[in-house]
């Protein structure tokens, strides 16, 4: 199947995988080829994209959408998309620490914005050093 991720600043992947792990907004979610079509909202999570004949690419992934179409072509269209290499493990962590006692620290309801942004700080960087992890 062909897979191509999408940002704002570009084209992060294309090429062809044997499958697509995403992260849904409803529980992560696995694409194969001939998969039926689909359009599908993503959250903050890693996305594993499995490449024939070499090492699975391990990538955070910032919400946006995975759209299937023709059970062969995946495009994943999302704000932001890093691979480990691209990302420094010590700003994440500190960037953990800083997000985690901030969201424990809040006093604002689940339902407001200012505490969903603390809760995608955390999401992002607990994301970012997994990746970080996978590194082959």
Known sequence: M??????PVGVKFSGDAG???APGVLGDMGLLPGHQPMLAALRTGEAVVSIPGQEPL?????GGYAHVVGGDQVTI?????EAWQ???AAA???LLDTASAALAATKEDVSTMAWQ???????LATT??????SKP
């Open 2 to 7: 062909k897979v191509e991720i999408v940002t």
């Open 19 to 21: 499958g697509v792990m």
């Open 58 to 62: 391990h990538l955070v992934i910032d």
């Open 77 to 81: 269209t999302t704000e932001l998309c």
């Open 86 to 88: 691209e990302i420094d």
């Open 92 to 94: 994440a962590q500190a």
């Open 117 to 123: 942004v603390k809760k995608h700080d955390v999401d």
């Open 128 to 133: 970012r050093l997994r990746v970080v992890a």
